[in-house]
């Protein structure tokens, strides 16, 4: 008798961390689908700036709010702390003009007008519960891509 | 005396009583959590279809929320009427089932600076430049031990339409 609840607590024991991860998992997948849908609105927000102000990016460093995609994805949905990342990048350029310039070329031809650009929007700050999955499998940090024509 | 049988048959019905209410209550709070993670993403989409709604028709934009505003001259379909309701219905017509929408308030925001500051919905408005607000406050279905002071808010910002020109 003694023996057998001795048993019972071991099983406990060893399901206890089982089932509270599958709780938290659940939780976990849940949040995951959640913030996955506020990148998504803010990478399409940020792509609508983004077909007519191709190079108004935030990593130009010339570019400045409110006049950067990054700025309107982060206003969307009031999510400050989101990060944008385009594809081409605007990282080189050593200027941020009002408008394209004619002939894009150089710098600017990546953003020559009918080309596609790829807005990214990830949010580095979000945290599972299950903190360790993302540590192992960097992939599952949620993040959205919307991709565009160049007006 | 008892046989050994007999003691374990009820020591697993007594086992059964004890966890049962904690698995119930796991059970049931998934549900709930599900739930609410559903609504959210309700109201998410109907503040969007708002905000969808207002940077085509700006002008009409920002009544709902009681303010008085100078743009009804060119909002002939309400004519003038402080009650311009359709951006709130179109957020409600998505927001409907799960979540209980309590309040929708629309503003439109100066786009030239990061202040975020109101600007009237009317002419003054630079389409490609200022945006509309569409700002949702709501509860979610259950009313449970779970969610305690359960009002939330959701806003949506959009880029008023036309094509974008860099402010400065």
Known sequence: ?151 | MRSPRRDERGSAILEFAIVSPVLFAIFLGLIAFCVVIGAENEVSNGVRDGARLGIINVTCADSYSGSPNQGHDDCPEESNSPNYTAISNAVKATAGSLAHVTGVSVRCVDGTDTSLATKLCNSSITPGVDLIEVKVTWTPPVSSVYFVGGTKTELSRMLIAGLPTLSS
């Open chain 1, 1 to 151: 008798m003694a023996g057998e609840q001795g048993a019972a607590l071991i099983e406990f024991a060893i399901l206890a961390p089982v089932l509270l991860l599958l709780v938290f998992v659940t939780i976990d997948v849940g949040r995951v689908f959640r913030v996955q849908e506020q990148l998504k609105n803010a990478a399409w927000e940020a792509a609508n700036y983004a077909q007519y102000y191709p190079w108004a990016q935030g990593s130009n460093g010339h570019c400045q709010a409110p006049n950067t995609m990054d700025w309107h994805a982060q206003q969307e949905g009031g999510h400050t702390d989101f990060v944008v990342t385009a594809n081409p990048s605007a990282s080189a350029l050593a200027t941020c003009p009002t408008a394209n310039p004619e002939a894009a070329n150089g710098a600017f031809a990546p953003f020559a007008s009918g080309n596609n650009i790829t807005v990214t929007v990830s949010a580095p700050n979000f945290k599972l519960l299950t903190t360790l999955a993302m540590n192992i499998l960097p992939w599952l940090a949620p993040k959205a891509s919307v991709t565009v024509k160049i007006q």
